[in-house]
């Protein structure tokens, strides 16, 4: 058996198609305007796919971006890790459409269905291939196509979401990098809060027919209200905790990234961790929430604005349907 090593990210990749849609063209669609949007968000715009363009599509997309950064070939790639909620269809898996489009042909792969949480999930699950050792090269990817599942007259769900895909490539660390990589982790599901978030169309429990069209049942359906209680309390909850099983103060932390669902989510956090405003990376004005691709694409802006440098402590947080939740400490290797 290999000797076990901290997994490390080493490359990035990131997309989100061209269409911007902003506040004021929602107006146009359903009964909101702009500054009740940004109030109580701090959403002002997201981008939009195309109808009939698939998550797959998206995330072959990042994925190229990835790997021409990192200098490698789709061929390199061991394992393939999908995040979504939106797989291109129920099977096969979005996974195995993706290592199809990119011809990683060495590469084996699933998905992970956990919402928001999702691609916390599915960075913490592919390190473990690496640190057993089993792996040298292993993909995560969080790519959702929300609006293939928005009900265009409901004005609560369609104002939130975007659509978009990031990817991250897992390498083992080097000698002398025992301090970098992926540290600890805590994730948590809370199946009580399936009734507040879900999509109820589609599934083995009520499959598609005409009247599940009718009745609207294969869009988002969410009690706002609930969710975000949720959220804001076990965000807080899982972030300071990890601090506390690190011996670490929010001083220590040099980034913090939490899902981007809601501007008052993050700030109420970073505020309860002790985290200066500086250290919290926001970006959910320009993208709104991207489900599985909210994560990937804010570690793109924090590099790019420089909030994100070798050798921080980066500290990731989030929530989402299920209940799911997630929180994740990492000293950034690049």
């Given at each position: 058996m290999a000797n076990k090593r901290r997994a490390k990210i080493t490359a990035l990749g990131r997309y989100v198609p061209p269409r911007v849609v902003t506040n004021h063209d929602l107006e146009k669609m359903?009964?909101?305007?702009?500054?009740?949007?940004v109030e109580r968000t701090g959403i002002h715009e997201r981008h939009w796919v195309e109808k009939g363009t698939p998550s797959s599509e998206l995330a072959v997309k990042a994925i190229d971006d990835l790997l021409k950064r990192r200098g490698i070939e789709a061929d390199e790639i061991e394992l393939i890790v999908v995040a979504t909620v939106t797989p291109d269809m129920f099977f096969p898996s979005t996974a195995c459409v993706i290592q199809n489009k990119i011809r990683a042909t060495r590469a084996w792969g699933f998905d992970i269905s956990a919402a928001c949480s999702s691609f916390l999930y599915a960075l913490t699950t592919g390190a473990q291939f690496i640190e057993s050792g089993q792996h040298k090269k292993v993909l995560v990817v969080g790519s959702d196509v929300m609006t293939s599942i928005l009900n265009p007259e409901d004005?609560?769900?369609?104002?939130l979401f975007g659509d978009g895909a990031g990817a991250v490539l897992l390498e083992p660390c080097e000698e002398g990098e025992?301090?970098?990589?992926i540290l600890d982790y805590h994730h948590e599901i809370d199946g009580s809060g399936g009734e507040h978030l879900f999509m109820p169309g589609g599934g083995s429990l009520n499959p598609p027919s005409h009247e599940t069209?009718?009745?609207?049942?294969h869009y988002v359906h969410q009690n706002g209200q609930a969710v975000f209680k949720f959220a804001v309390r076990k965000m807080e909850e899982l972030s300071t905790n990890m601090l506390?099983?690190?011996n670490l103060t929010g001083d220590d932390i040099g980034c913090f990234i939490a899902h981007q669902a809601n501007l008052r989510i993050i700030d109420a956090t970073a505020k309860k961790a002790g985290l200066a405003p500086e250290k919290v990376i926001k970006n959910i004005h320009k993208y709104g929430n991207t489900t599985a691709a909210t994560?990937?694409?804010a570690i793109g802006d924090a590099i790019e604005d420089g909030k994100l440098k070798k050798g921080d402590l980066v500290l990731f947080a989030a929530v989402g349907a299920g209940f799911t939740s997630g929180c994740v400490l990492a000293r950034w290797a690049y």
């Amino acid at each position: 058996m290999a000797n076990k090593r901290r997994a490390k990210i080493t490359a990035l990749g990131r997309y989100v198609p061209p269409r911007v849609v902003t506040n004021h063209d929602l107006e146009k669609m359903v009964e909101t305007n702009h500054n009740w949007i940004v109030e109580r968000t701090g959403i002002h715009e997201r981008h939009w796919v195309e109808k009939g363009t698939p998550s797959s599509e998206l995330a072959v997309k990042a994925i190229d971006d990835l790997l021409k950064r990192r200098g490698i070939e789709a061929d390199e790639i061991e394992l393939i890790v999908v995040a979504t909620v939106t797989p291109d269809m129920f099977f096969p898996s979005t996974a195995c459409v993706i290592q199809n489009k990119i011809r990683a042909t060495r590469a084996w792969g699933f998905d992970i269905s956990a919402a928001c949480s999702s691609f916390l999930y599915a960075l913490t699950t592919g390190a473990q291939f690496i640190e057993s050792g089993q792996h040298k090269k292993v993909l995560v990817v969080g790519s959702d196509v929300m609006t293939s599942i928005l009900n265009p007259e409901d004005r609560t769900t369609l104002i939130l979401f975007g659509d978009g895909a990031g990817a991250v490539l897992l390498e083992p660390c080097e000698e002398g990098e025992e301090d970098y990589g992926i540290l600890d982790y805590h994730h948590e599901i809370d199946g009580s809060g399936g009734e507040h978030l879900f999509m109820p169309g589609g599934g083995s429990l009520n499959p598609p027919s005409h009247e599940t069209v009718d009745k609207k049942m294969h869009y988002v359906h969410q009690n706002g209200q609930a969710v975000f209680k949720f959220a804001v309390r076990k965000m807080e909850e899982l972030s300071t905790n990890m601090l506390a099983k690190n011996n670490l103060t929010g001083d220590d932390i040099g980034c913090f990234i939490a899902h981007q669902a809601n501007l008052r989510i993050i700030d109420a956090t970073a505020k309860k961790a002790g985290l200066a405003p500086e250290k919290v990376i926001k970006n959910i004005h320009k993208y709104g929430n991207t489900t599985a691709a909210t994560i990937p694409l804010a570690i793109g802006d924090a590099i790019e604005d420089g909030k994100l440098k070798k050798g921080d402590l980066v500290l990731f947080a989030a929530v989402g349907a299920g209940f799911t939740s997630g929180c994740v400490l990492a000293r950034w290797a690049y």
